[in-house]
């Protein structure tokens, strides 16, 4: 069974920085894609980053330039550096895994929330 651990949201004014991190544990062969999402209520999920095992990346338009997706494999571990933060980045994010245990996994992290003032 494989799990994962999100940390690192929180309230922080517009223009500040968040990092978040989401570690996996368990019964883990590899790991495939690697994403960050967010959520508001009321509102889809939507991809606010990803990065595959090879490293390529990919972000929304509304984040380019500000955020940063990295992952290190040998921790089991993505991160989201999150700067210059606007109060429209306010949601909760999840980290998603894809990947190869004792079968395959697509899993969720229990999200957490980052909150943007004004």
């Known amino acids: 069974q494989v799990r994962l651990v999100e940390s690192g949201g929180g309230l922080v004014q517009a223009g500040g920085s968040l990092r978040l991190s989401c570690t996996a544990s368990?019964?883990?062969?590899?790991?495939?894609?690697m994403g960050w999402y967010r959520q508001n209520p009321g509102k889809q999920r939507e991809l606010v980053a990803s990065i595959a095992s090879g490293g390529a990346s990919n972000y929304a338009e509304s984040v380019k330039g500000r955020f940063t997706i990295s992952r290190d494999n040998a921790k089991n571990t993505v991160y989201l550096q999150m700067n210059s933060l606007k109060p429209e980045d306010t949601a909760v994010y999840y980290c998603n895994l894809k990947g190869l245990g004792f079968q395959k996994f697509d899993i969720w992290g229990q999200g957490t929330q980052v909150t943007v003032s004004s």
């Open positions: 368990g019964n883990i062969f590899s790991i495939n894609a």
